[in-house]
């Protein structure tokens, strides 16, 4: 397996003082006090206890009840809701369940590269589709998909939104995806763990659309969530699949073999966060609408810069006029001015010539980081 190229730079940062550390992609605004009060009174009324491999029935109600209230759709809680210890676990979950040894998967990139790793794990090869940019917008390259299939492609994998883009499938490319499955007998995973963070939507926190949305109960599709992004709990470790019953079936039976299930407390904790966050949801996705619209007029300004709007997620993918080696450019970001940035080779192709930077941090933090980064750039 290769090496990550955002945790080779983290690395480095690591080992100096006084870095700006933009290269993960979480806040530095803790857990709400909220959820973590949950997890300790789940602890005193005695949820340590091993629970299904799917999860707490009472966790997966949960979720259902969260998806019919944000997308109108019905889940059965029983048959198509599986708890994941992480997003990150979901993907393997679901990745291992639809690819044998040799098959191919289809994914859209630049893309968080777990996806792509996991992949390989399971002995396939991934096929890395770049999303082309078009009229200041990254688009979907149907054409590109339809020369990618070979008898060998199983899966097909994208993420809305997107982390590192800030891309948003509109329900017409989403409707194209789904037809562009159907019609190959393709499994379609869709990553959607940053669906809350959605700027397009009149109210803040108002979901991104969800491929949930189209889909009929018999087709391929399986969706990754995680209350990672949407409730600062990424060291909680706390996730979901949403899928057709047979697959949720299988991923609940390989839970087993991977990690038993998700912790019993931290599920508790889940539930409380999907039942009473939406205030803090709704706080969250302001602030960072205002920092996304800081962040891109103020790299706007800077020569050689090239910010794409992104429509979700909270990260900018900021195009480098001249950069052919995305890695060396981070580090000597990194070494000169102390603000750690992730490469865009790191995400796949069509990431080389690119660095992400998360604005999610508090603002003090990004204004310190952009006056260094514009200081940099202008002096070449």
Not at 57 to 68: F, K, V
Not at 84 to 105: F, K, N
Not at 234 to 253: F, K, N, P
Not at 328 to 335: H, N, S, T, W
Request: glycine fraction near 8%; aromatic fraction near 8%.
């Amino acid at each position: 397996m290769p090496r990550s190229r955002i945790r080779e730079l983290a690395d480095i940062a690591m080992s100096m003082d006084g870095v700006l550390r933009l290269y993960f992609g979480e806040s530095n605004v803790p857990t709400p006090e909220f959820i973590k009060r949950a997890a300790i009174q789940a602890m005193r009324d005695g949820f340590t206890f091993y629970t299904e491999n799917a999860g707490l029935p009472s966790t997966r109600r949960a979720i259902a009840s969260h998806c019919r209230r944000l997308h109108g759709v019905e889940l059965d809680p029983e048959t198509e809701i599986v708890v994941t210890a992480s997003g990150v676990q979901a993907l393997h979950l679901a990745i291992r369940c639809t690819l044998d040894p040799g098959d191919e998967a289809i994914l859209l990139t630049p893309a968080w590269p777990n996806a792509s790793a996991i992949v390989r794990l399971a002995n396939a090869t991934p096929v890395e589709i770049p999303h082309p940019l078009s009229g200041g917008r990254y688009v979907v390259d149907f054409d590109a998909l339809e020369a990618a299939v070979t008898p060998r492609t199983r899966l097909l994998v994208y993420t809305s939104p997107s982390n590192p883009l800030g891309w948003v499938a509109t329900e017409e490319e989403q409707a194209g995806l789904l037809d562009f499955a159907r019609r190959h007998g393709l499994w379609l995973l869709a990553d959607e763990v940053y669906e809350r963070i959605y700027y397009r939507s009149p109210d803040p926190g108002g979901p991104a659309p969800s491929i949930l949305r189209q889909a009929a109960r018999g087709d391929a599709v399986i969706v990754v969530q995680s209350f990672s992004k949407s409730y600062c709990m990424t060291g909680w470790r706390l996730g979901w699949i949403a899928a057709r019953r047979d697959l949720a079936e299988r991923a609940a039976q390989l839970n087993e073999f991977v990690v038993s299930h998700a912790p019993s407390f931290t599920q508790k904790a889940g539930e409380t966060a999907l039942r009473d966050g939406e205030p803090f949801v709704r706080e969250m996705v302001a602030r960072l609408r205002e920092n996304r619209d800081f962040c891109v007029d103020r790299f706007n300004r800077m020569p050689g810069v090239q910010v794409p709007q992104p429509d979700g997620a909270f990260y900018l993918f900021l195009k480098i006029e001249g950069c052919a080696d995305s890695f060396a450019l981070a580090k000597r970001i990194l070494l000169e001015t102390k603000v750690g940035l992730a490469p865009g080779v790191a995400f796949g192709a069509g990431g080389e010539g690119s660095l992400r930077i998360c604005y999610a941090s508090e603002r003090s933090i990004l204004e310190e980081a952009v006056e260094r980064l514009g200081n940099f750039f202008a002096g070449g």
